[in-house]
């Protein structure tokens, strides 16, 4: 049976459809869900919340599209444990929901950054990285304005200890507090990230590192699937 | 009733816009120690007293208008 990844479209959505192919390049069954429908498809066992500029980034990145009706589905489902993965504006959008820690702001040079970086994987026993090694250096594009994730030091001392940092930039490209390029929630069930996994799929398009972190996904969505049925 | 938001960065948090205008404020010759960009939204609310209609601000500031982690905001209600 593949798996099905509900991929969220909002309006002003423009990673969702490289999210949907990269995705059934693993192998998963990938479908767009959009903003409207306030459920998500019957089976659903992994969400993606795509790059983009949703309802146009008003006001601030992502606090608009927190409030559209599929985010309450969303929410409910990362609340049953489902897993979650926000790129870009999907982060964005997690952060303003509070289902992740911190937000996104202006990069600190005020410019789009658009281009391949260097991350180093903090923690590969989680969900969206246990195909990497610890310490692994992966190379996926970055393409943002409002990169500049933030939290307060208090709250960054706690995300640290309790190891909800995933992925550092090796060389910052937007003023990230703590070099920080990928966060989890407590629960280790949502996961956000600036870099673009899936623009990097194909070795062909300069590296294949993003892949790792989708099938990372992919697998445990699998693993959740299967021990679903077996508690069934 | 007619009220007025001021959304502010908080102290301490870098405000990269508000530094670029403090820098062309410099080179136009303005003596100038620092600038920072907040916003302004303006709203029409239906009240009946200017209590409740800066109660329904300050929930729509809450909700919407500001993020708590790096913004501040005042609410002004004009009767």
């Given at each position: 049976m593949t798996l099905r990844v509900a991929v969220i479209q909002f309006?002003?959505?423009?990673d969702d459809r490289d999210a949907v192919w990269s995705l059934k390049a693993l192998g998963a069954d990938a479908s767009l869900v959009w903003h409207a429908q306030s459920e998500l498809p019957a089976g659903t066992a992994a969400v993606v919340l795509p790059g983009g500029f949703s309802y146009?980034?008003?006001?601030?990145?992502?606090a608009i599209a927190r409030?559209?009706?599929v985010m309450e589905a969303v929410r409910a489902f990362a609340a049953g444990g489902g897993l979650v993965l926000g790129i870009c504006n999907g982060f964005q959008i997690l952060c303003e929901a509070d289902l992740l820690p911190g937000v996104l702001r202006p990069n600190a040079s005020l410019s789009f950054v658009c281009r391949d970086v260097e991350l180093r994987v903090e923690?590969?026993?989680t969900p969206f990285t246990s195909r990497c090694q610890e310490g692994q250096r992966l190379v996926i594009p970055v393409k943002h304005h409002d990169g500049a994730w933030f939290a307060p030091p208090d709250l960054v001392t706690q995300l640290e200890e309790r190891g909800q940092i995933l992925l550092r930039y090796e060389?910052?490209?937007?003023?990230a507090v703590a070099d920080v390029a990928a966060v989890t929630n407590e629960g280790g069930n949502v996961m956000g990230l600036m870099p673009h996994p899936e623009h990097a799929?194909?070795?062909?398009?300069?590296?294949?590192?993003?892949a790792l972190i989708l099938a990372s996904l992919l697998d445990a969505a699998r693993e959740r699937e299967s021990a679903a049925v077996v508690g069934a | 009733m007619r009220a007025t938001v001021l959304v502010r960065p908080k102290e301490g948090i870098l405000d990269p816009q508000g530094q670029a205008v403090e820098q062309s404020l410099r080179k136009l010759g303005f003596a100038v120690a620092d600038a920072r960009i907040g916003r302004v939204v303006d709203v029409e609310v239906e009240a009946s007293s200017a209590d409740e209609a800066r109660k329904q601000v300050d929930e729509m500031c809450r909700q919407?208008?500001?993020?708590p982690l790096v913004e501040s905001y005042e609410v002004e209600v004009h009767e």
């Open positions: 309006p002003g959505s423009n146009g980034d008003y006001l601030r990145s992502g409030f559209a009706p923690r590969a026993d060389d910052n490209p937007n003023g799929v194909d070795p062909l398009l300069g590296s294949g590192d993003g | 919407l208008l500001a993020n």
